[in-house]
């Protein structure tokens, strides 16, 4: 990762540039065999830590769509009882910020903002925007140790990164619909096609009773037109 003030050297670089490509192989490897969408943030999440060299992290995601609320879908290094209850409405808080402003924040550049200014002091963070075609999704948030301050390098490769991450969430999402919509479809088709062999079931019991009741009609005309015939 690189220290605040020292760039990368090109061996650093290379390797970061591995990592990249590494996560683009996770995220097609994640929608090709697609679970559900809480693996896949888990994943998506997972991937950005190894690549970003953090300890700890959230992916945040719009709740319900088309509001203004953030909500933790995935998480990691963060207690059970902060990830429950983390809810944040749209240009409130660290991540509410960088919703609202659609751009990255490294955190320590921002400490200044008076939105800011009264919270608790967190070092080390870095959190941007998840954005498809014009659209808010999310905000990815990142955290580091001590000493390990993210920098504007960081910042470029994570927002490259996001726009795979957006694209593999659109398509998860996109996934879990469609596989809900089959799920109904087949639930529909299981209820008709049973209801299809009761009619025929109930089909076959009236032509059944058809036939019987044809047999006996026959009997009695014939047993009719024997009483009509002449008298012996």
Same mark, same amino acid.
């Given at each position: 990762? #690189?220290?605040?003030?020292?760039?990368?050297?090109?061996?650093?670089?290379?390797?970061?540039?591995?990592? %990249?490509?590494?996560?683009?192989?996770?995220?097609?490897?994640?929608?090709?065999?697609?679970?559900?969408?809480?693996? &896949? &943030?888990?994943?998506? /999440?997972?991937?950005?830590?190894?690549?970003?060299?953090?300890?700890?992290?959230?992916?945040?995601?719009?709740?319900?769509?088309?509001? $203004?609320?953030?909500?933790?879908?995935?998480?990691?290094?963060?207690?059970?009882?902060?990830?429950?209850?983390?809810?944040?409405?749209?240009? %409130?808080?660290?991540?509410?910020?960088?919703? %609202?402003?659609?751009?990255?924040?490294?955190?320590? $550049?921002? &400490?200044?903002?008076?939105?800011?200014?009264?919270?608790?002091?967190?070092? $080390?963070?870095?959190?941007?925007?998840?954005?498809? #075609?014009?659209?808010?999704?999310?905000?990815?948030? /990142?955290?580091?140790?001590?000493?390990q301050a993210f920098g504007e390098f960081d910042l470029f490769l994570l927002n490259t990164l996001i726009k795979q991450?957006?694209?593999?969430?659109?398509?998860?999402?996109?996934?879990?619909?469609?596989?809900?919509? &089959?799920?109904?479809?087949?639930?529909?088709?299981?209820?008709?096609?049973?209801?299809?062999?009761?009619?025929?079931?109930?089909?076959?019991?009236?032509?059944?009773?058809?036939?019987?009741?044809?047999?006996?009609? #026959?009997? /009695? /005309?014939?047993?009719?037109?024997?009483?009509?015939?002449?008298?012996?």
């Open positions: 990762m #690189e220290r605040a003030g020292i760039p990368e050297s090109g061996e650093e670089r290379y390797i970061r540039k591995i990592k %990249e490509l590494d996560m683009i192989w996770r995220l097609n490897e994640q929608i090709m065999s697609f679970r559900d969408m809480g693996s &896949l &943030l888990q994943s998506i /999440l997972k991937g950005a830590l190894d690549v970003m060299e953090a300890t700890s992290g959230s992916l945040m995601l719009i709740d319900p769509p088309g509001s $203004d609320t953030l909500v933790i879908k995935a998480a990691h290094g963060l207690r059970r009882d902060v990830v429950d209850k983390a809810r944040t409405r749209v240009g %409130e808080g660290i991540a509410g910020l960088v919703a %609202e402003r659609r751009e990255g924040m490294l955190l320590l $550049d921002d &400490l200044m903002d008076p939105r800011l200014r009264t919270r608790r002091k967190v070092s $080390d963070a870095l959190s941007v925007p998840i954005i498809a #075609e014009g659209e808010l999704l999310g905000v990815l948030n /990142l955290n580091t140790k001590r000493g991450i957006a694209t593999a969430i659109v398509r998860g999402e996109r996934l879990e619909e469609l596989r809900s919509k &089959l799920s109904g479809i087949e639930e529909k088709e299981r209820v008709v096609v049973e209801e299809i062999k009761r009619l025929d079931r109930l089909l076959d019991e009236k032509r059944r009773e058809y036939q019987r009741l044809r047999q006996e009609h #026959e009997r /009695l /005309l014939r047993e009719m037109q024997g009483l009509t015939g002449p008298v012996a």
